[in-house]
């Protein structure tokens, strides 16, 4: 059969079909890209509200080392917002960010975001322990296990050489059994500090013989210099009716020579009134001591006659060391079982001559709030203390020996609108810090 | 290239119908939710002549309605993402062999069925913008005035919590993590598939140990928070990301081309 | 010419192809015989790429890349490899978007000699009819070689009197043909060359001509001897 043809011709009507065919992968495209691009594309700031902290009243150069951070709620997501006062900046947080923040038990903190920006490489992997730092050094406490015996990791950063040295400090041979805690970390000029509490456990569990040590540490070598035992009267009792508790210098860029050490027992068969949360027993009774010591001589100095305290003053109340003063402020929230106070109280003492120096209260009324924050932040001898005014965060700032007000600030929006109540309604701006 | 293009088309068309069936489903779905809760709600209103109703609050009433509208056609999708090559391979016709026969290899193949499924899901997340502009129509015809209350769209779109976290999240970098994400498991998808066609059974379990391997890796890096700071395993994931998706599309390319039998 | 050398596989654990090695030349039209499941589809499928050989080469004149390989040699199977749902005038279609050696002035006549309608869906062909329309896929493109799975098999006489024409027409005579089948009476005077399989290597390799000439015997007097011992 020879009729086959083997010519080569291409039928018109195919080729008709042949366009027609793209369309629906055209549209599809077009519908997909442009939805998208316009969704996506238009005003992607508009999301996220811009705020910034104007400087109300006062010095602007306060409010510069001043951040609240919070969240700004999209439906029932929180996203993570800064405020300060040249603008907002969101770490738009992925769900990876929020998983991982899960997984690693360090929170944020940010007093570490600085000293990561600054040395990023020595602080690699550091996040559980305790710092201190001087003009000279950086200097990282951990406690690290090896062979059951518990010793002291001291990480060492020379800042202006960039060098970095770790020694391992085991001191008096700490048995397996003992439970020790790293208390406080200091440096005082050439020396380093380690406050450690040891104890034994009883029985029943709690904790006996607490024992509080402070050893003294070379900064170039990592030798022990010295080993100083400070013995707080009541340290003997186990810990259910016999607690101590030291008040660390948060104020941190000066180094103060002392740290405060409270020492509290449980009056016996006295209860308070109030009742602790979950119905469990009524709150015990507690009689406070409390105690300067000072790191240079390894001098403790009972505070008891100068601060007749109540059992609500001391319970109740944050400590604050700036060089030789300390300052003890308390608000009435602890009261309230809530984070917000109506006053605070502030009482000042200067360690190195046994004296009080200053004594006030100031109200938030006065502060043109109904609430102010607890516990405040303290620094550079300011006392911050956030406000919240119709749920517009302020700060107050007030300095700590006259209790005058140096610096108000408060959050407003970039861009003022008209339905700015709704958009601080899903804000909340509740912590205050003060960046390094 | 042109092959490419020619059977993109090819696979496009062959799900028209499919896919106008989910476009229309969605629509009917999510258009019923919002009249049911408008219809509630006014009768509310009825009692109660200050309580306003705004878009975005019906859009926060009917989350279920929108999860169902979602959720099958996400269903349908991902077995279509298997069935974008079964359905070739088993039955009396096998179109498979005209598939593996076309001269100019066998990547367009493979490219064409990978980029027809991805421009499904983006054309239904598309769909899903136009229909919340459509929904908004809705609301207005079917509210009467009294009762409505003006709200931007962002804040409509932002009150639905299927959009949030997964389907159109606020942020683009969210957007683009979640799609990102998605296109990697459908390439780990489609290697699985070539696993099983070129080896069986021992396809199977060597694709399952793959996915395995591949969602290690990728959560790997997240464990090392003590180590490593934030930003830095954010870039080792994305490196790992990356490699993951080279890697799925060459062992997929070689299956493809040598290893697959019809 | 089709060169198939040492080609072995191995399916489900058994081993089908066990070093299977011949020729096919153009011009001529080879004939693979064997029992059912002897390889032969798999044989034509590895050819064309879509089974994957365990070891062994297949050569197409000389040269093994699959790039041109497509538009070289045709393949007809045994089910017609087209969606059910297409008319057969989007199968056709198909062949034409995609193969530069499509003919399709071919293709329609051969579809009006085969007495094909253009509109009829693939899924609800016969069998004979789908057998035709597969010819009419694998005959109407300018390929140098086709092969073919089972072209006969369940196809009623008349159809099968209507391929054989084709068969021997210049459309078949000027290529190299493939043909497996395991009913070899009905075109046993179209072979030139028959490869007989028994498990799962070249048992024979004859020229048909030639053994009827000098040996008298017919293609099937060959098979008895093969596959009766």
Redesign the interface.
């Known amino acids: 059969m020879d009729k086959f043809n083997t010519g080569q011709q291409k039928s018109i009507g195919l080729k008709q079909k042949r366009i027609s065919r793209y369309i629906l992968v055209c549209i599809l495209t077009a519908i997909s890209v442009v939805t998208l691009s316009a969704h996506y594309g238009y005003d992607p700031d508009a999301r996220i509200p811009r705020f910034r902290l104007e400087t109300a009243e006062g010095d602007d150069a306060i409010g510069q080392s001043i951040q609240i951070t919070g969240n700004y709620y999209i439906g029932a997501t929180g996203h993570f917002i800064k405020v300060f006062p040249e603008g907002t900046e969101f770490k738009d947080r992925l769900p990876l960010d929020t998983f991982m923040q899960g997984l690693s038990f360090r929170g944020y903190r940010a007093g570490f975001e600085g000293l990561t920006d600054d040395f990023p490489s020595f602080m690699r992997g550091k996040s559980y322990g305790e710092f201190d730092q001087t003009q000279e050094w950086l200097a990282y406490v951990e406690l690290s296990n090896a062979k059951g015996r518990t010793r002291i990791k001291l990480s060492l950063l020379n800042k202006a050489a960039g060098k970095s040295t770790v020694h391992y400090l085991e001191a008096g041979g700490w048995p397996k059994n003992e439970n020790i805690l790293l208390e406080d970390v200091q440096v005082e000029d050439k020396n380093i500090h380690f406050l450690l509490r040891r104890w034994k456990p009883d029985s029943a569990g709690y904790s006996t013989n607490s024992q509080l040590t402070d050893y003294v540490v070379d900064l170039s070598s990592g030798n022990i210099l010295n080993e100083r035992e400070i013995a707080i009267p009541g340290t003997e009792v186990s810990s259910q009716s016999h607690q101590i508790r030291l008040v660390k210098d948060w104020s941190g860029d000066t180094a103060s020579p002392y740290t405060l050490i409270i020492s509290s027992n449980a009056e016996p068969e006295k209860r308070s009134t109030e009742k602790l949360p979950q119905n469990a027993d009524l709150r015990p009774v507690r009689s406070y001591d409390l105690f300067a010591y000072r790191y240079a001589d390894g001098k403790l100095e009972a505070l008891n006659d100068l601060w007749p305290n109540t059992v609500e003053d001391a319970g109740n109340a944050n400590y604050f060391l700036n060089g030789d003063d300390l300052y003890a402020i308390r608000g009435d929230a602890g009261r309230k079982n809530s984070t917000f106070s109506t006053f605070i109280d502030v009482k000042g003492i200067n360690l190195a001559r046994h004296a009080h120096f200053t004594a006030y209260s100031i109200g938030a009324s006065e502060l043109g709030s109904q609430t102010m924050g607890s516990p405040v932040l303290f620094k550079n001898g300011l006392i911050h203390v956030i406000l919240n005014q119709d749920s517009r965060p302020m700060v107050a700032v007030i300095d700590a020996v006259t209790g005058k007000l140096v610096y108000k600030g408060k959050v407003v929006l970039e861009k003022s609108a008209n339905d700015e109540e709704k958009v601080f309604n899903k804000t909340r701006l509740d912590t205050l810090e003060i960046r390094s | 290239m042109s092959q490419y293009f020619k059977l993109l088309a090819l696979e496009v068309r062959r799900f028209r119908y499919v896919l106008a069936g989910i476009m229309v489903y969605t629509l009917i779905v999510e258009c019923v939710a919002v009249a049911l809760d408008i219809n509630n709600h006014s009768r509310l209103f009825e009692w109660n002549n200050d309580s306003r109703h705004s878009f975005a609050e019906v859009i926060r009433n009917t989350q279920s309605g929108f999860q169902l509208a979602i959720v099958i056609p996400v269903a349908v999708l991902l077995a279509y993402a298997l069935l974008i090559w079964y359905r070739d391979w088993f039955g009396r016709h096998p179109f498979i062999y005209r598939q593996m026969t076309i001269p100019g290899g066998r990547a367009p193949l493979y490219f064409s069925k990978l980029t027809a499924i991805l421009l499904f899901v983006f054309s239904m997340v598309a769909w899903q913008l136009v229909l919340m502009s459509v929904l908004r129509i809705e609301y207005v015809w079917l509210t009467p005035d009294a009762m409505q209350e003006a709200v931007d769209f962002t804040e409509a779109m932002t009150s639905n919590e299927v959009f949030n976290t997964f389907l159109l999240p606020p942020s683009f970098k969210a957007f683009a993590l979640n799609y990102g994400l998605g296109i990697l498991l459908i390439l780990i998808l489609f290697t699985g598939v070539l696993m099983e066609r070129s080896y069986r059974i021992m396809g199977i379990v060597a694709g399952l140990i793959y996915a395995a391997l591949n969602v290690t890796l990728l959560i790997l890096p997240t464990t090392f928070g003590l180590y490593l700071y934030s930003s830095e395993i954010w870039a080792i994931c994305l490196i790992v990301f990356g490699l993951e998706v080279a890697a799925a599309l060459w062992i997929s390319l070689i299956l493809v081309s040598k290893k697959v039998s019809a | 010419m089709i060169h198939i050398q040492d080609a072995h596989k191995r399916y489900r654990g058994r081993k089908v192809l066990d070093g299977v090695t011949f020729k096919a030349e153009k011009g001529q039209i080879t004939c693979l015989v064997g029992m059912n499941g002897a390889g032969k589809s798999t044989l034509l ?1 590895a050819i ?5 050989l365990s070891r062994g080469t297949i050569k197409v004149d000389g040269v093994q890349t ?6 070289k040699v045709s ?1 007809i ?1 045994d ?6 749902g297409y008319r057969l005038e989007e199968g056709l ?2 062949m ?5 050696s499509w ?4 293709a ?3 579809m009006a ?1 085969f007495q094909l309608n253009a509109r009829d869906r ?2 609800n062909l016969s069998k004979g009819t789908a057998a035709k329309f597969g010819l009419v896929l694998g005959l109407a493109a ?1 390929t140098e070689f086709v092969l073919m799975d089972e072209p006969f098999s369940g196809i009623d006489v008349f159809s099968r009197e209507m391929i054989g ?2 068969f ?4 078949v005579e000027e290529r190299g043909v493939l043909v497996t089948t395991h009913e070899i009476g009905e075109i046993e005077y179209l072979l030139d060359r028959a490869v007989l399989l028994k498990d799962g290597k070249v048992a024979r390799d004859i020229d048909c001509e030639q053994v009827r000439d000098e040996d008298g015997k017919s293609v099937l007097d060959v098979m008895r001897e093969v596959y009766r011992t």
């Open positions: 499928k064309m790429g879509l089974v994957p699959k790039r041109e390989l497509y538009e393949f199977p089910h017609a490899a087209m969606p059910g279609q198909f034409d978007d995609y193969y530069a003919n399709p002035t071919r329609d006549e051969l000699f693939v899924g300018d024409e084709v021997s027409s210049r459309l």
